[in-house]
């Protein structure tokens, strides 16, 4: 198993940039595909982005597509989420998510919140206006 731990949220001007990461342990990260994945209160969670565990492979949402960027550091364990342009819309919880990897990193398995077993916490991001 791996467990998951983000950081980096707070509270941010409009146009402003975060980065958040999303340390992992226990089992090896390079196992695991993985994801960033947000929620807003009374509303879905919604996919955010995902990398492959190599790094090799990105996919992203419309909405964060040109102004978030997804990588990972496997010497690191750990995945970042560098967030630029941000905009009052992109107020929400953010967790990391992990999946094992498989031989195929497709975009629709990526974007299912259901393939990923092991979630964080979630880091508050607020974006004022």
């Known amino acids: 198993q791996v467990q998951l731990v983000e950081s980096g949220g707070g509270l941010v001007q409009a146009g402003g940039s975060l980065r958040l990461s999303c340390a992992a342990s226990?089992?090896?990260?390079?196992?695991?595909?993985a994801a960033w994945v947000r929620q807003v209160p009374g509303k879905e969670r919604e996919f955010v982005a995902a990398?492959?565990?190599?790094?090799?492979?990105?996919y992203y949402s419309d909405f964060v597509k040109g102004r978030f960027t997804i990588s990972r550091d496997n010497t690191r364990n750990t995945m970042y989420l560098q967030m630029n342009s941000l905009k009052p819309e992109d107020t929400a919880v953010y967790f990391c998510?992990?999946?094992?990897?498989?031989?195929?990193?497709?975009?629709?398995?990526?974007?299912?919140?259901?393939?990923?077993?092991?979630w964080g916490q979630g880091t508050q991001v607020t974006v004022s206006s």
């Open positions: 990398i492959k565990w190599s790094g090799g492979v990105t």
């Open positions: 998510a992990a999946m094992p990897r498989g031989a195929v990193f497709a975009a629709t398995r990526s974007r299912s919140q259901s393939e990923y077993d092991y």
């Open positions: 226990g089992r090896t990260f390079t196992m695991y595909d």
